[in-house]
Structure formats: C-alpha cells, structure tokens
C-alpha cells in the first residue's frame, strides 16, 4: 500500500516520510445494517440483526440475551425482544424469490 500523499510505501500506520495516517488502518469497522435476517434465526431474528450488525457470534448475543433476561428483568427482556420484533425491519426479498409469486414488471 502505498501513501496517498507522496507516493510512499507504507509499513505502519503512519507515513514514515511525509507523517499522514494510513486511511486502512484508521478506517472505522464498517457495520452492516440492522436487519431480520430470513435464514438462520431461531424466533424472529432479533439476536440474529444484532449480532450481524455488530458482526458478533449470533450464539453469544442470543446468549447474553439469555441471561439477561433471566437474571435482572423478565419482563423487561422479554418486552424489548418485542419491542425490537416489530422495529426491527425485516430483510428485504431477492429478486429472484419475489418475481416468484407471478408479478411481472408491468404489475399485472
């Protein structure tokens, strides 16, 4: 990689020659969006869109979750499952499975 401000190759973080930051290593963790996926959930997906948004092992939030629940407020956990059921969008069809119900282009 080399260094967007004088051309250098880079070795760390930094341009050893010129000092800029290297935009790689000092780039955010890109986090995708928080969506109900419509495989490999086990309720509704609620664990599921977080742990992926947050890009977390699904057992462990569905795990924390779990024993958060059961631990500090039943209720409370159970009514934010709910809660996030329902504000939590769904993930959007593939194309290829939504032409599948006979809807054509022209909407007929």
């Known amino acids: 990689?080399?260094?967007?401000?004088c051309g250098t190759e880079l070795h760390g973080a930094y341009c050893h020659a010129c000092?800029?930051?290297?935009?790689?290593?000092?780039?955010?963790?890109?986090r995708g969006p928080l969506e109900r996926p419509r495989q490999g959930r086990k309720i509704a997906g609620v664990c599921l869109a977080i742990a992926n948004s947050l890009d977390w092992d699904p057992?462990?939030?569905?795990?924390l979750w779990a024993v958060f629940t059961v631990l500090f407020a039943f209720v409370f956990g159970v009514l934010a499952y709910a809660v996030?059921?329902?504000l939590i969008p769904?993930?959007?069809l593939p194309v290829a499975?939504?032409?599948?119900?006979?809807?054509?282009?022209?909407g007929s």
């Open 1 to 5: 990689m080399y260094c967007n401000g």
């Open 90 to 92: 769904e993930e959007p």
């Open 97 to 106: 499975a939504a032409n599948a119900g006979g809807i054509n282009a022209a």
């Open 84 to 86: 996030a059921w329902v």
């Open 59 to 63: 057992t462990l939030v569905r795990v």
């Open 19 to 30: 000092g800029r930051a290297n935009p790689a290593r000092h780039a955010p963790a890109r």
